[in-house]
């Protein structure tokens, strides 16, 4: 069910991304710390919609790693309580 949730989420912003995209042709001139380009709205948004994607991804990998770990730690604790 999860699964299901998280697939229509997905579908659902790349629908809407594609719609603003394709509202959004106008060339615009992006400057950032080392270069400087000249792109459309529809790409510039799809970058930052991507780097989001990235970031939050990892943000969500961190944390689950750090439980992750936390909870192996505390099952060889429980075991080693247990043999005792």
């Known amino acids: 069910m999860k699964g299901l949730a998280f697939l229509l989420c997905i579908i659902a912003i790349l629908v809407i991304a594609i ?3 394709s509202q ?11 270069a400087k380009a000249e792109m459309t709205v529809a790409t510039l948004i799809a970058i930052a919609l991507g780097l ?4 939050g991804i990892l943000a ?25």
């Open 24 to 34: 959004n042709d106008a060339v615009i001139s992006v400057n950032y710390l080392i």
């Open 19 to 21: 719609a603003v995209g």
């Open 52 to 55: 989001g994607v990235v970031v």
């Open 60 to 84: 969500i990998l961190s944390s689950w790693l750090t439980l992750r770990v936390k909870l192996l730690r505390a099952q060889a604790k429980l075991n080693k309580l247990q043999k005792e």
